[in-house]
């Protein structure tokens, strides 16, 4: 046969009869050589090597791309491809192994073209043919990153449903200690009160300051539990708000007061910067002192002793419809916090990934606790309609850049009906 074709020959996917009919003849001698390289040369992974495409489905891959040249129509042929890339991804292929199987069906159709025809007559039928193959090389390529892509996106969608199902077990676990915890510590606090009420006088000091021991234990478990009943509450969001009115300057020096003594003993000097008149919002006064108790926590635990911190409260208008808000911020000069941690840090759990950090003392310089107070604070800011947020130059240990804590409060001056952060512009696409 040295006939040359007389059909337009251009690299397109364009009717070729004349190609069809030789690759149809000529199928057998194509096929086999074609599927026994394939099959002799499979790709591994590890050392382990992966099942080739069947024989059935490269010999109907083969059947389709003739009948697509004959009829000038690919639609059977571009499905055989898509089902072989998409057979071929799931068996461990990658994308050029895959186009390695079109490479050596190419390889063998120009050798037999060879054998049969002159050089110019099988250059001018490869010509022809090189237009669809380029097509079903591109055609390889997309199907096999939409593969990758919705592959990749499954996986995503389990992490996060496992992470989801994990996050719901920890808030579970949560909810359940600490009120399986509540009943025995309440025992505990009673019978130690008793013990510290009945040795105050005597003259067995050693009994005393066990008693006294106790019942600090059992105060600071007592944190602990009202901690992870509050976690527990912002998850299931049940956390229930008292609102009245409440001064805001009043929280702040009660705040600073009840933590004098864990001050003093860090040699820390917290004040609380002058303030302009700030009338009375509504808001739930314990929640909230709750909330800025964490965070003043937190700012004495990242502070060196010897540090500064400073906390400053004052009223802002927050839109041209003279909606105001009360900023309240807790400065200080302590080692600060990584840019890509200033979200983290109001997540549970989140904390020093060093367990010889951790420390049952909230202020104990860089100790780490259980990674609630935080989280506890952002969600009370939440319940109330405001925001939270932390800005800080960086970590150092040595040159200290400290941490500012942000947070905005609704300036309520009546009980409010409606309390939300869109009606103040504070969701996160304001």
């Given at each position: 046969?040295t006939?040359?074709p007389?059909?337009?020959l251009?690299p397109s996917r364009?009717q070729h009869p004349?190609?069809?009919r030789?690759?149809e003849?000529k199928s057998?001698m194509i096929?086999?050589?074609w599927?026994?390289?394939v099959?002799a040369?499979?790709p591994?992974v590890?050392?382990?090597?992966l099942?080739p495409?069947s024989d059935t489905q490269?010999?109907?891959l083969?059947?389709n791309l ?10 059977a042929f571009?499905?055989s491809?898509?089902r072989?890339t998409?057979e071929?991804?799931?068996?461990g292929?990658r994308?050029t192994d895959?186009?390695?199987?079109i490479?050596?069906l190419?390889?063998h159709?120009w050798?037999?073209?060879l054998i049969?025809?002159s ?10 043919l090189g ?12 199907v ?12 995503l969608?389990?992490?996060q449903e496992?992470?989801?199902t994990?996050d719901?077990?920890?808030s ?8 399986e915890l509540?009943?025995?510590l309440?025992?505990i606090?009673g019978?130690?009160?008793?013990l510290?009420?009945e040795l ?7 009994a005393a300051?066990i008693?006294n ?9 007592q944190q ?14 049940s ?12 929280v702040l020096?009660?705040?600073v ?6 001050m003093e003993?860090?040699?820390l000097?917290?004040a ?13 006064p314990?929640r909230l002192?709750?909330a800025?108790?964490h965070?003043?926590?937190n700012?004495i635990?990242?502070?060196?002793d010897?540090?500064?911190i ?5 009223v802002i208008k927050l839109n041209?419809?003279?909606e105001?808000?009360?900023e309240?911020?807790v400065?200080d ?11 983290r840090?109001?997540?549970k759990f989140?904390?020093?990934?060093d367990?010889?950090?951790?420390s049952s003392?909230?202020?104990?310089f860089?100790?780490g ?6 989280a ?5 800011i939440?319940a109330?309609?405001g925001?939270?947020w932390?800005?800080s130059p ?7 850049p ?6 905005l409060?609704p300036m ?5 009906e409606?309390r939300g952060r869109?009606r103040l512009?504070l969701d996160?696409?304001?």
């Open positions: 046969m006939t040359t007389t059909s337009p251009r364009a004349d190609l069809a030789w690759l003849l057998r096929c086999d050589k599927i026994a390289r099959d040369n499979p591994s590890s050392g382990v090597r099942d495409p490269l010999r109907l083969y059947a003739c009948a697509g040249l004959a009829e000038g129509r690919y639609t571009d499905e491809v898509s072989m998409r071929g991804h799931a068996n292929y994308l895959l186009l390695d199987v490479i050596a190419k390889d159709i050798e037999i073209l049969d025809f050089h110019q007559a099988a250059l001018a039928f490869m010509q022809a237009g669809t193959l380029d097509n079903t090389f591109r055609h390889v390529a997309r096999y990153h939409e593969a990758v892509q919705s592959r990749l996106s499954s996986e969608e389990e992490a496992r992470l989801s994990l719901r077990a920890k579970t676990f949560l909810n359940i200690a600490a009120h509540k009943t025995p309440t025992l606090q019978y130690s009160d008793i510290l009420g105050s006088d005597a003259p067995n000091q050693r300051a008693a021991g106790l019942a600090s234990g059992a105060r600071r478990l602990i539990v009202d901690d992870m009943i509050a976690v527990s509450m912002i998850d299931s969001e956390l229930a708000l008292h609102l009245q009115p409440t001064s805001i300057p009043h020096h009660v705040i007061h009840d933590m004098k003594i864990q003993d860090r040699q000097e917290v609380i910067a002058p303030m302009p008149p700030i009338d009375p919002i509504y808001a739930d314990q002192y709750d800025l108790m965070v003043a926590s700012s635990k990242f502070t060196p010897g540090g500064h400073q906390i400053a409260a004052h041209e419809r003279d105001k808000v009360v309240i911020t400065a000069d302590g080692i600060g916090i990584a840019a890509d941690k200033h979200e840090i109001f997540e989140f904390g020093p990934a367990s010889m950090h951790h003392s909230r202020t104990k860089k100790g606790g259980p990674g609630l107070g935080l506890i604070a952002k969600g009370i939440d109330h309609g925001k939270i932390a800005e960086g970590y150092d240990e040595v040159e200290r400290g941490t500012t804590i942000h947070i409060l309520h001056v009546q009980s409010p409606v869109h512009g996160e696409n304001a």
